[in-house]
């Protein structure tokens, strides 16, 4: 399997521009999660799909951030209008639901710089 | 409080010592714990995880887990300059489908030659 793919791998925008970043998950896996990185706050969660409906949005920053899942091999995070301190590693995970939480496999992220 | 406690470091080892990283989780309702390897610039890979009080080996890593006192540690035996990388420690519930898991920011550690 190619893994959890995402692109773009680098962003660069200015501000007030709208960002989509793109996920393709893991065939198979249910569970879809994405999240922000900075060197600040680390990983944080920003929003969870489980077969492709929204669980826990509550990471979500604002209501600048929407997310969407239209079918189990593709999901979008979006950002409009974005900020500079939007600017962070954006990583996309899936994972197989079951009765003990499974492993989440990580995409390889997409760096964004807003200016 | 933050959920999921790591010292961010670094912590320097010299090559071939075992190195310590530990972690503490506040969510009592936490089933799962993870030890995640991230290279700089790379995303996050799993290392190690670990359910059950006591400890697990894996090679030269050993995950341990003390419920009652909410700790996790991850020990490196023999590290390796290829260990340099930053070490997330995660906590995980799943109820009723409804899977939760929070990072910790993470401790770098240095393997010196």
């Known amino acids: 399997d190619a893994g959890v793919i995402q692109s773009p791998r680098h962003e660069v925008t200015e501000m007030g521009q709208e960002v989509t970043l793109r996920c393709k998950p893991i065939?198979?896996?249910?569970?879809l999660f994405w999240y922000r990185q900075t060197m600040m706050r680390g990983l944080e969660l920003l929003i969870y799909?489980?077969?492709?409906?929204?669980?826990?949005d509550s990471g979500m920053p604002e209501d600048r951030f929407s997310a969407k899942m239209p079918n189990a091999s593709f999901s979008t995070l979006k950002i409009q209008p974005s900020e500079p301190r939007d600017s962070a590693v954006y990583f996309c995970?899936?994972?197989?639901?079951?009765?003990?939480?499974?492993?989440?496999?990580f995409g390889p992220g997409t760096r964004l710089t807003v200016t | 409080q933050k959920e999921v406690e790591q010292n961010s470091g670094p912590l320097s080892v010299p090559e071939g010592a075992i190195a310590s990283l530990n972690c503490t989780y506040s969510?009592?309702?936490?089933?799962?714990f993870f030890w995640y390897r991230q290279y700089s610039g790379k995303s996050p890979e799993l290392i190690m995880f670990?359910?059950?009080?006591g400890d697990k080996e894996d090679g030269r890593f050993t995950a341990q887990l003390n419920k009652a006192s909410q700790y996790v540690s991850l020990l490196i035996r023999d590290s390796q300059p290829s260990d340099s990388a930053t070490y997330l420690c995660?906590?995980?519930?799943?109820?009723?489908?409804?899977?939760?898991?929070?990072f910790g920011t993470g401790t770098k550690l240095q393997v010196i030659p």
């Open positions: 995970a899936s994972s197989i639901p079951g009765v003990v939480l499974t492993e989440q496999y």
């Open positions: 065939s198979g896996h249910n569970s």
């Open positions: 799909f489980n077969n492709n409906v929204p669980i826990d």
């Open positions: 969510d009592r309702g936490s089933q799962s």
């Open positions: 670990i359910y059950s009080n």
């Open positions: 995660a906590a995980g519930s799943n109820k009723r489908g409804y899977q939760k898991v929070t």
